[in-house]
């Protein structure tokens, strides 16, 4: 039944009267899009300072939401955060890390999951774009029906970029299988031994669009070398300049079909992660180069979406949550001339670190929250996690969350619909070390981890940290006057808090 606006608005308008208490009454159920950035840093938004690039639509949706200040990825690096965000519980408890391209699906099957939880709430679920959380079982014959995939994590629909843009396959796959594949022209794929494929960029750089650190230089695809060997599947292949349109027009597709039940759309997009190559429409629309046109295309991305609510007339009928995987990285393996701090631009804000660091720039988002009409705009200074949505969401939805599911989310329903500023007490960080936090004191352990050498020359906190840190940010927002020896009290607390996380003795949400 498709309602008239008039009576769209006063339903709005008498939901919003059950929600004037702290506790929402049961079974509202909104349409749910989370758009979930790439490697998105706080600073790379305008109304979190951006300079190098305009991005009006975002800055539009925090306008007309809330503006979270404090809000975490669950981890620095891409996998393990989804890992949490759909499952509700911190990724080290499945030793979950950023995954190659023929890696089995992370997800137990078994697992209560926040899609399967939305569909028992009765929401058609969906998601487009980027995966990375493992295909089949470890034996993925790319030519036929991929399972278990996002369908057995439960989404009924899903459109996807397997792994990452710089991985092969690189392949879109609807519904589990490769679109526009020729079954002349089987897919092959190795991340172990070289197949006889597609030419590597070790050996034509005349090939390449961009040139590539030794780790991308495998297979080439539409003229970006890429990790991973790769055979077949020609007219299966992707053009990454493609991406906005081709992404922004599943998702849209997505809702118009679904415009009549309560539907969860997890939009994930590749941008701006590397390759960073933006559609010509957008090249040149920042002061950055590559890595800000792809910001300038991903905001268009936003603004497709938000225009579609709207034509739809869905808009006050949908919680949009904008936020992104993990911090903000610089060069990562491709050549292709980003100017990246232009002028005063801080791609984490003012926060210290990137993407893969424990510092607060790893984990802290941009992170935004629209549900016109029902959350009052602002910004929101509260200490949450996205492994918090599972059990926030399902509280909105009314669907109880079992002993034993969603272990690590807490239930923070009112601090994401604007209504309080009192979240989490504290908050465990994963990178290659784990930090934590509580309140505004942020602790790092003393640790040697072995990581990649590739990382360990790149990166500003290659997993060595001789000595414990502790920060207060509330005055040292960069961490960078370690208080370890002044607080030795405060050092011991948040460690063996830590300790306890660790061993599943103590829980944070
Ligand atoms: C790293 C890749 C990097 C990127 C990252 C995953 C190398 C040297 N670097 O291993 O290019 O793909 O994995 O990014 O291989 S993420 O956002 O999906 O976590
Ligand atoms: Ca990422």
């Not at 020729?182 to 590597?200: A, H, M, N, T, W």
Request: aromatic letters at 12%; one cysteine or more; a negative charge.
């Amino acid at each position: 039944m498709t309602l008239k606006p008039l009576y769209k608005i006063s339903l709005v308008f008498i939901f919003s009267i059950f929600y004037s208490g702290s506790a929402l009454s049961q079974n509202v159920k909104p349409n749910i899009v989370l758009i979930y950035v790439d490697d998105l840093g706080y600073g790379d938004i305008g109304v979190n300072g951006a300079v190098g690039v305009n991005t009006p639509n975002v800055d539009k949706l925090a306008q007309s939401g809330v503006n979270f200040t404090d809000a975490h990825s669950s981890s620095s690096t891409c996998t393990p955060s989804r890992y949490s965000l759909l499952t509700g519980s911190h990724a080290f408890r499945n030793n979950a890390a950023i995954l190659s391209g023929d890696a089995p699906l992370i997800i137990d099957v078994e697992m209560e999951t926040m899609p399967k939880m939305l569909q028992k709430a009765g929401y058609h679920t969906g998601i487009v774009g980027k995966w990375h959380l493992g295909l089949g079982d470890g034996n993925v014959d790319w030519n036929e029906e991929v399972k278990p995939g996002p369908r057995e994590v439960g989404f009924d629909y899903s459109f996807l970029i397997p792994a990452t843009g710089d991985r092969i396959p690189t392949v879109f796959m609807e519904n589990q299988r490769v679109i526009n594949l020729d079954p002349y022209d089987p897919i092959e794929v190795s991340y172990g031994s070289r197949l006889d494929g597609y030419p590597l960029g070790s050996e034509r750089p005349e090939l390449l669009k961009q040139h590539a650190d030794p780790m991308h230089l495998q297979s080439i695809t539409n003229g970006f070398s890429r990790i991973g060997y790769m055979n077949g599947g020609e007219s299966a292949l992707w053009v990454d300049e493609e991406f906005p349109f081709i992404l922004t027009e599943k998702a849209v597709d997505f809702m118009k079909a679904q415009k009549d039940n309560p539907f969860f759309l997890f939009f994930s997009l590749h941008d701006i992660h590397q390759p960073r190559v933006a559609n010509v429409e957008f090249v040149r629309k920042s002061l950055m180069g590559p890595r800000g046109d792809v910001i300038a295309q991903m905001d268009w991305c936003v603004g497709e979406i938000t225009k579609t609510l709207e034509k739809l007339e869905i808009t006050e009928n949908t919680l949009l949550i904008f936020t992104s995987d993990n911090g903000p990285i610089l060069d990562d393996g491709y050549f292709d001339y980003a100017r990246e701090l232009v002028g005063s631009h801080l791609p984490a804000g003012p926060y210290k670190g990137t993407k893969y660091s424990i510092y607060e720039g790893g984990t802290r988002m941009p992170t935004i929250v629209s549900w016109p009409g029902t959350v009052d705009p602002g910004e929101n200074s509260a200490l949450i996690s996205q492994t918090d949505f599972y059990a926030s969401l399902a509280k909105l939805v009314g669907q109880p969350i079992e002993k034993g599911n969603a272990v690590d989310s807490g239930e923070f329903l009112d601090v994401l619909l604007n209504k309080s500023e009192k979240g989490r007490e504290y908050l465990l960080e994963e990178a290659y070390v784990y930090g934590i936090r509580h309140h505004n004191w942020k602790f790092i352990p003393a640790k040697n981890v072995n990581v990649p050498e590739w990382l360990r020359i790149k990166y500003v906190d290659p997993g060595f940290f001789p000595e414990p840190q502790l920060f207060d940010l509330s005055i040292d927002p960069f961490e960078s006057n370690n208080l370890a020896n002044k607080y030795p009290d405060k050092v011991k607390e948040m460690e063996s808090k830590l300790n306890a996380i660790v061993k599943g003795e103590f829980s944070t949400k």
